[in-house]
């Protein structure tokens, strides 16, 4: 059904949708004629054209009919009037019912059960639509004026930031479908791996200090906590996946389980939860439209996102190439993971064991093309427990001059000197 140039219209009757896979090779543009259409729980802009990356998956929904003009060619368009979004906007009144409740009853200080608003997370498998419903949630929630945290678990693909960190951040308007969340300041914990098999006690001291964060702000904020956060968790639901989810359910004190598509996975977490009062868990269609990504196109769209990071999604970032001092920066590795090669461990070192030992790195050529987090920490031992400023991407390395050349996305000295290394290459194409 892959189409060519040139425009074309579709009528959208109520509660449909248009589904598209932007072409590989150009943008789309598309815009709404009449009537009212929303991508992923964000309302379209009447007769404005969009411009849609190549590659974009998404669907144009409407609630009550509309027509949409675009021009320019797809790998697929079509119409479904089968969607689950009825059952999404109904979790969405019950969530702010919740929200508005904890609004009107007064905080107590005497103890810890303020008035809280809902503490959403979803999961299921892999493309189940997690992500695509998340956002939905958090974009409703902000067209009613609320700002409600958005928490990214998933270091598969990275939503808030890059892939390899968990983060989160408020919403604070409904997220635009092209450009996606704004990556102003976020607070991100960076993992360095995309698969947290790597090193697991890492992953689980980062939730813990993500949450621990998240849950000083929601004590001096009573508006983000009536707000709630959205938890989009990873795909992986086996074993010691699943030892993740329920660790992240713990952790975040999550009221509302959202279970996309997995009936046994639905059962394992009610017979589980049974015993903890006050969490729902609740089993939520997959919606058809939803697209399977396989591994090539993952560790493509990795690739991209990272590249966005520093030129921005339409190149229109102009990122700084800056040279230091090898004595100007201290790189650590976090933990055991796959071992770091002996070669980037100063003279004598063993390879660490311990998944959470700061295991300093001798800057070498094995740090090429590889991108690091730079932390906030003031000090080697702040490191596991501080969330990071941003990354560099390392162009060259002179073993003579005791140089590192890196991209950054500005010019100017970094905020710190402590370096993450993980293991997230990119080439920078
Ligand atoms: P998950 O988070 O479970 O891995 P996503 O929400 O990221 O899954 O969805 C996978 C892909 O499918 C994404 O590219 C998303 O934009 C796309 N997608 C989700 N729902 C729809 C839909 N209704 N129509 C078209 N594409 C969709």
Not at 226 to 236: E, K, L, P
Not at 413 to 425: C, E, M, Q, R, V
């Amino acid at each position: 059904m892959a189409q060519g140039g040139g425009a074309k219209q579709v009528k959208l009757e109520r509660e449909s949708e248009l589904r598209i896979e932007v072409g590989n090779d150009a943008p789309l543009k598309l815009r709404l004629l009449n009537g009212t259409a929303e991508i992923f729980g964000t309302e379209l802009p009447p007769e404005i054209w969009l411009t849609f990356p190549p590659r974009l998956k998404f669907a144009v929904f409407t609630w009550y009919g509309a027509t949409i003009e675009m021009d320019g060619s797809t790998e697929t368009d079509y119409t479904a009037d089968e969607t689950p979004n009825i059952s999404y906007v109904n979790v969405h009144a019950v969530l702010e019912e919740r929200r508005n409740r904890a609004k009107a009853s007064p905080p107590d200080d005497s103890n810890s059960s303020q008035p809280q608003g809902p503490r959403v997370i979803v999961v299921g498998p892999t493309d189940s639509g997690k992500s695509t419903l998340s956002k939905m949630l958090l974009s409703w929630a902000a067209k009613q004026g609320w700002k409600p945290t958005f928490v990214d678990l998933d270091i598969g693909q990275g939503a808030i930031t890059i892939p390899g960190c968990i983060a989160a951040t408020p919403i604070e308007m409904p997220i635009d479908p092209v450009e996606g969340i704004p990556l102003e300041i976020p607070l991100v914990y960076f993992y360095g791996h995309t698969t947290p098999s790597n090193n697991v006690d890492l992953y689980k001291v980062l939730v813990k200090e993500l949450a621990q964060v998240i849950e000083r702000q929601f004590s001096a904020n009573a508006e983000s906590r009536a707000a709630g956060m959205v938890i989009n968790t990873m795909g992986w639901i086996e074993g010691q996946g699943y030892e993740l989810l329920l660790h992240a359910i713990d952790t975040f004190d999550a009221n509302v389980v959202l279970v996309l598509g997995q009936e046994k996975l639905c059962s394992m977490l009610r017979d589980v939860l049974k015993n903890k009062p006050g969490v729902d868990v609740v089993k939520l269609q997959r919606s058809g439209g939803v697209v399977s990504r396989n591994a090539k196109f993952r560790q493509k769209s990795r690739s991209h996102r990272i590249r966005e990071y520093f030129y921005g999604l339409a190149n229109d970032l102009s990122p700084h190439s800056n040279i230091a001092n090898f004595s100007d920066l201290s790189v650590f590795r976090i933990g055991g993971g796959p071992q770091a090669p002996r070669s980037a461990l100063p003279i004598g070192a063993e390879p660490a064991a311990d998944p959470t030992r700061l295991v300093p790195v001798n800057i070498n050529r094995d740090l090429l093309q590889t991108v690091l987090a730079v932390s906030f920490a003031k000090d080697p031992d702040q490191i596991i427990s501080s969330n990071v400023a941003g990354f560099i991407y390392i162009t060259d390395i002179d073993l003579h001059r005791k140089t590192i050349t890196y991209l950054a996305p500005s010019a100017g000295d970094l905020p710190s000197k402590y370096l993450i290394a993980g293991n997230l290459p990119w080439l920078e194409t």
